[in-house]
């Protein structure tokens, strides 16, 4: 008798969230009783953020639903409207593909809306990369709120497992798998520098700036003024580094940060750049070269520490992640960025970051996460029950 492959459905609605799913993509598709289904939504299907749909169809992925949910505001109004509509639009296709499963990794408002859409079609929900914390953003909330959604988690520390289990959750339903991230570091052949300068157009120098800077959506300013004092610190190292930008998320104030970025790069053509989407091959082979990994993103505390690299984080935007050494926090005025600029840059900070050990994993995410999904039964899966904790 042929058993029925159990249809997989992994939703990304942003070039960051692609790039820590591509290997459980791979092996789900490769699993010979698992059919990938593939919802493509978001940023990917926006010129303003450089249409990354078509990387993820140049990686040979089939692509089963392309969903439009993006309104052009990115306004708190705007990101409010553009859930409803992804409710609406979702609501349609989860319908026609009727997985066994919907994949969601993370915490941005597209994913909100993926979510919201399956509970209420009674779809299971796999969730990476709860139990996390970063009490300066609205994906704070989003993050527990499809924790509570999910009925599988995959965390990315044995802490964060914790936290599930504290929110309720069934122990035996919660896995630390590690970082999709670190396992992006292990597997990828990383670009040389002359290979990724021609990729991009431009010349690295010997010390290149990494900087991703996005809004802090539970700031009243947004982040403005740590975005402006930056700028302001970056100015004073030109033109002895080269800085690169990548594109802020689409958030609330993301296209006038964008925009704020832009002006300075249009100022200074020759020492910096802005890319819309470097994609996961390059923005990691450029974060092994760089002398530090500036800004507000994730990644500055889980890949760079994991590739040896200084990360400078800014503000609160991250804060309550999990810390390595080599993270350095300031507060965003100017003088705390321009002094970590220069403790990121000298070589004692540097063999601080090289000798960090990483605390995210051994590089088998998606191995982990496969067999987790391929032996359960997500006929029996949907009802939970609340995991209290014991008290003494």
């Known amino acids: 008798m042929q058993i029925l492959s159990k249809k997989i459905a992994v939703f990304t609605g942003s070039r960051a969230e692609y790039g820590l799913l591509y290997w459980t993509m791979r092996s789900i598709r490769e699993h010979p009783s698992l059919d990938l289904q593939l919802i493509v939504s978001g940023m990917h299907l926006s010129s303003e953020f450089g249409n990354t749909v078509d990387e993820i169809s140049q990686d040979g992925f089939q692509i089963n639903e392309k969903v439009e949910m993006l309104l052009a505001s990115t306004s708190k109004v705007g990101v409010a409207k553009s859930i409803g509509v992804g409710v609406i639009s979702f609501a349609d296709t989860l319908t026609r593909l009727n997985p066994d499963c919907l994949v969601i990794l993370g915490d941005r408002f597209e994913a909100l809306a993926i979510a919201q859409t399956a509970t209420v079609l009674g779809i299971p929900i796999a969730h990476i990369h709860g139990g996390e914390l970063t009490e300066g953003l609205v994906d704070d909330a989003i993050r527990h709120s499809i924790t509570k959604m999910a009925h599988l988690h995959f965390t990315s520390a044995e802490e964060y497992r914790k936290r599930v289990i504290q929110m309720g959750e069934d122990p035996s339903r919660v896995f630390n798998v590690g970082s999709p991230g670190v396992e992006n570091i292990l597997r990828t052949k990383l670009l040389t520098r002359p290979q990724l300068e021609e990729t991009l157009s431009f010349e690295l120098g010997e010390n290149p700036l990494l900087i991703t800077f996005h809004p802090v959506t539970l700031q009243r300013d947004g982040g403005l003024l740590e975005l402006e004092n930056l ?154 029950r609340f995991f209290d904790l014991e008290t003494g």
């Open 231 to 384: 700028l302001l610190a970056l100015e004073e190292l030109l033109p002895n580094h080269r800085v690169i930008f990548t594109h802020p998320n689409a958030d609330a104030q993301g296209l006038f940060f964008a925009s704020q970025i832009q002006a300075f790069v249009d100022r200074h053509p020759k020492e910096t750049l802005l890319v819309k989407s470097l994609g996961q091959l390059r923005y990691l082979s450029l974060m092994n070269l760089a002398c530090a990994v500036v800004g507000n993103s994730s990644s500055g505390l889980i890949e760079a520490p994991a590739l040896g690299v200084p990360t400078i984080n800014i503000g609160s935007r991250q804060r309550g992640r999990l810390r390595s050494k080599s993270v350095v926090d300031v507060s965003g005025s100017v003088s705390s960025i321009r002094s970590a600029l220069s403790e990121a840059i000298a070589d004692p900070s540097r063999k601080t970051a090289r000798a960090t050990e990483n605390t995210f994993g051994a590089g088998t995410t998606a191995a982990q996460i496969v067999k987790v999904l391929e032996s359960a039964d997500f006929s029996m899966i949907l009802q939970k």
